[in-house]
């Protein structure tokens, strides 16, 4: 098992330093000097990209570039923004909790309703309720956020007007409001982006565990936890479920990344303050350290989920752990 | 060809599957002809009085803020976003399959170098990767365009087909025709494609569900396709201004997406069963 | 009293592919009592795991027990059973074995769990006493180092160890009837007679009555008092076994003695019985066996029933009543 793990870890390592390599070769990608173009119309003090120039290494030959970067990235440096003239770091650091708050959230629902929704249709599989969900799945499932986002916006924010539709915070609450004040206003806020990433992305998760139930379901050891007179949610939630979650950890391993990227589309149309608005944004400011580090991020959450979701498959594997 | 023939028959039989390429041909049908019957997209029938029109006899989708007709620009908008998940997502499965194909068989340090490469593509979530491309470029012409995207799209399919491959080669039929002395690119075209066309078609048709979301989210933001060209994502972005007042200028160009990804994602899902009956 | 099953009509229905139903179990009659083994013998597809299956209601949908069938163990009427009730006799009145003891295990859990839960299912024991009766029953059975074994996982033991701890698990409720279905056909042949010799000594030991269904007529002699042959889904010939043996009487029973080889006597070419069993869409009308019966007749295009042939022998062909018999 420990041999297993550090070699899990070195296959880690090696790809986010691919990753790495091939962020900067990206970032090369572009014409000329990436700083120059923008110098009119950035936030940055001549300081500010002095130092950023000078991370990058942009005034020396390649190989010494990518030299500074991979350095400075061993030094958690990213480099300064040129929109916003701060480090990337700090930025990053600002937006994130309001994209752990919406990402989290919809994990949470994804990983609650969505499973149970799942298995409640592999139980009654070809029952109405069975097809009405799969047709509600598939629907979703093809639906754009940033539209679905956008009609929610509409029928409730505008039309019935029961919930805000933009930002996290009410702009109009007082900056010495209770914390409960505010965990509410909060709470309002997040409910239309949370409910039309959920809305999209739950199909997923349905079918993905609705399948692996079915596949577990006509196994013989289901029939023979049955005739020894265990009770029928035990055969579902214990015998099935127990080994149906396999694919649903891989699952949750590809969204764990979602976590921390946030949705860029329902961000954007409900003006979250996360990370995916912030790289939206990014794009048409050209502000290359700035994407270059949420992409680094982004890459290295992946990585690691990958590497949760190995380990956590040889804990529940009892096979897995022996070979 | 009979595998992949036989695959498409089979998902052809399945009643979600017929539906989905059904819609689909009717789409494209539209897509094609339609811009022919309806009005001219870019005509603005009536810029003093004739913005933000509601459904009626003689707008059947309204019209948006510019007075434009609503359901013509919704046909032509087809045209776009169809050509360029068609032809993104062929660019991709052939690039994925050519790399899949060497690496699976070559092997060594070839198949090493290419799966890390891919691992760390991966690892990169694709919008993030697209964001990236378009902030070094300008505004993207279409080709370029559907350029970027059919190359970011490649690297699941690769690593698809690999497992494809490395399967096949412990098949008989294949040890045998090595033993025989096959010609490796023999054994590469005879052998192991035909056989990794029915997954391929699978990713293929999933993909350009995948894709349509994807432009036309870029569009959305004002980075994908580029105005006067209509697109979906564009019609919706320009329809966000004037949600209160015309929210049909929004809802119908999403509608279309919703129906055209699912009609796709149905034929997929009838492929994907024909290709490995499971979970059905 | 000292009848424990009585199963009587039992049919068994299943969607056939051009719509409609036909029926996979058609009419299968048996009775067990206390102590006795009863062996179901047939090929495959013949039915009788479905009937094993349905003694429980186990029959996986979209098969279905047709109206008219009844299945009553001693006073209880296990068809008319749901929910609960139905939950509290399988294991505790009837213990199933299964064919393949690797998939038929869950794997994720120790054996251990797994025969614990099979008497917590039914009795109010703590863990610990559940844990102390299922290291009992892994003993008897004969498991070596039972105690390290107790939290083993499924693909940690041998295909012999497996079949011993499904044993274990049917018996952890100390059910009356033990049906065994298959119970040695996945296994290597020298540990096929070690399994053997569990179930028969665990049967002596119990006074369990055996429901055991197998295509081995082999393991039958000397080891059940009563046989049943089934053939497309019906019972051609039952008799005690050793009536059987000596004088087999459906011709069916009797190609599938001819066909078995045998090391003693003289050498005589194995004659396999012509054609092969049909599928359901392709029986015909009247004997099931008729395609393939050396003595098929003018009579045998109408449905035989049940006839006898000598005392608690009975056999469903028209031969029992014609001159000369079979």
Not at chain 2, 148 to 177: D, H, M, P, S
Not at chain 2, 195 to 208: D, K, M, Q, R
Request: charged content about 15%.
């Amino acid at each position: 098992m420990g041999r297993w793990l550090a070699r899990r870890l070195a296959q880690a390592a090696l790809t986010f330093v691919v990753v790495v390599l091939l962020l900067f070769v990206l970032m090369r990608l572009a014409p000329g000097d990436p700083l120059s173009r923008l110098q009119d119309g950035s936030q940055m003090s001549p300081e500010e990209i002095a130092w950023t120039r000078q991370l990058y290494q942009l005034d020396r030959p390649m190989g010494a570039q990518l030299l500074a970067f991979v350095q400075g990235i061993g030094r958690g440096e990213l480099g300064s923004s040129i929109a916003y003239g701060l480090p990337v770091t700090t930025i990053i650091r600002q937006r994130l909790p309001a994209t752990l708050l919406l990402g989290g959230t919809v994990l949470l629902l994804n990983f609650t309703l969505g499973l149970w929704l799942g298995v409640r249709q592999a139980v009654r599989r070809g029952s109405r309720e069975d097809r009405w969900l799969t047709a509600l799945s598939l629907a979703g499932y093809a639906t754009p956020s940033f539209w679905l986002g956008l009609v929610l916006a509409w029928a409730v924010g505008v039309k019935l007007r029961w919930l805000p539709t933009g930002g996290m915070t009410s702009p109009l609450l007082s900056p010495d409001a209770g914390f409960a004040t505010v965990a509410i206003d909060i709470g309002a806020h997040l409910i239309l982006p949370a409910l039309t990433l959920s809305a999209v992305t739950i199909a997923g998760t349905m079918r993905f565990q609705r399948g692996a139930m079915l596949e577990v379901l006509r196994l013989p050891y289901i029939v023979t936890a049955r005739a020894k007179g265990v009770r029928e949610s035990a055969v579902t939630w214990h015998h099935a479920w127990r080994n149906a979650l396999f694919p649903v950890v891989t699952l949750f391993g590809l969204w764990l990344p979602l976590l921390v990227t946030g949705s860029v589309f329902v961000e954007a149309v409900f003006a979250w303050p996360g990370l995916g608005s912030l790289a939206a944004g990014a794009v048409g400011a050209r502000d290359y350290p700035l994407l270059m580090g949420t992409s680094l991020l982004a890459a290295g959450l992946v990585i690691t989920a990958n590497l949760l979701t190995d380990l956590a498959y040889s804990l529940l594997d009892p096979r897995v752990r022996s070979s | 060809m009979s595998g992949p023939g036989a695959t498409v028959l089979a998902a052809w039989r399945d009643p979600r599957g017929r539906a989905g390429v059904l819609l689909l041909a009717v789409i494209a049908a539209l897509a094609l002809v339609g811009p022919t019957l309806l009005p001219d997209p870019a005509v603005q029938v009536d810029p003093v009085g004739g913005a933000n029109l509601p459904p009626g006899t003689a707008h059947w989708f309204g019209t948006d803020a510019l007075s434009r007709d609503v359901l013509a620009r919704v046909v032509s908008g087809a045209r776009v976003s169809l050509a360029v998940a068609v032809v993104a997502v062929a660019l991709s499965v052939t690039l994925g399959a050519v790399v899949g194909l060497v690496s699976g068989y070559f092997g060594g340090v070839v198949d090493g170098a290419l799966m890390r490469t891919v691992d760390a593509a991966l690892a990169i979530p694709r919008l993030f990767l697209l964001l990236l491309v378009l902030a070094a470029a300008e505004r993207l012409a279409l080709p370029v365009l559907i350029l970027v995207i059919g190359t970011t799209g490649w690297f699941g399919t690769a690593r698809l087909v690999r497992g494809e491959v490395l399967r096949l080669r412990e098949e008989a039929y294949v040890q045998a025709a090595e033993a025989l002395g096959g010609a490796r690119r023999r054994i590469i075209f005879r052998h192991l494609l035909p056989n990794t066309l029915g997954p391929l078609l699978v990713a293929a048709t999933l993909g350009i569900g995948d894709v349509i979301l994807l432009e036309a989210g870029l569009s959305f933001l004002g980075l994908g396709v580029q105005p006067p060209t209509p697109s979906w994502g564009g019609m919706i972005l320009d329809a966000k201004p004037v949600l209160v007042a015309a929210p049909w200028a929004g809802i119908f160009p999403g509608l279309a997406i919703v129906i055209t990804v699912l009609s796709a994602n149905l034929f997929g899902d009838a492929l994907r069963d024909a290709v490995d009956p499971r979970g059905a | 009293m000292s009848r424990v099953l009585d199963v009587e009509n039992l049919r068994v229905s299943f969607p056939a592919p051009s719509g409609g139903r036909f029926l996979a179990v058609d009419g299968i009659s048996f009775t067990l009592d206390r102590g006795e083994t009863l062996a179901l013998v047939g090929e495959s597809g013949c039915g009788k795991s479905l009937t094993s299956l349905a003694l429980l209601q186990l029959v996986p949908a979209p098969g279905r027990i047709e109206a008219g069938s009844a299945i009553r163990l001693g006073d209880t009427d296990v068809l008319s059973l749901k929910g609960e009730a139905l939950r509290r006799i399988r294991g505790r009145r009837i213990g199933m074995i299964f064919q393949d003891p690797m998939t038929s295990l869950n794997p994720v859990f120790t054996v251990g769990d797994q025969i614990a839960e099979g008497i917590r299912a039914h009795f109010p024991v703590s863990r610990s006493e559940a844990r102390d009766r299922s290291l009992r029953l892994l003993q008897e059975v004969g498991i070596p180092d039972a105690p390290s074994r107790l939290h083993a996982y499924p693909h940690q033991l041998s295909g012999g160890m497996r079949q011993r701890v499904m044993i274990a698990i049917a018996l952890a409720a100390e059910p009356e009837i033990l049906v065994a279905d298959e119970p040695t056909t996945a296994l290597d042949v020298t540990v096929q007679a070690q399994i053997l010799e569990v179930l028969d000594r665990l049967r002596a030991s119990h006074g369990m009555a055996v429901l055991l269904i197998t295509h081995d007529l082999g393991i039958v002699a000397g080891r059940a008092d009563r046989v049943a042959v089934m053939y497309a889904g019906q019972i051609v010939e039952e008799a005690p076994t050793a009536r059987l043996f000596a004088s087999p009487s459906h011709p069916y029973t009797q190609g599938l003695f001819a066909s078995v080889p045998r090391i003693t006597g003289p050498l005589h070419r194995l004659t396999p019985i012509g054609g092969s069993v049909p599928p359901p869409s392709a029986w015909p009308a009247g004997c099931r066996f008729r395609p393939r019966c050396p003595k098929a007749f003018e009579r045998s295009e109408t449905m035989p029933p049940l006839l006898p042939v000598g005392p608690e022998h009975r056999m469903r062909c028209w031969l029992a009543e014609e001159p000369g018999g079979s």
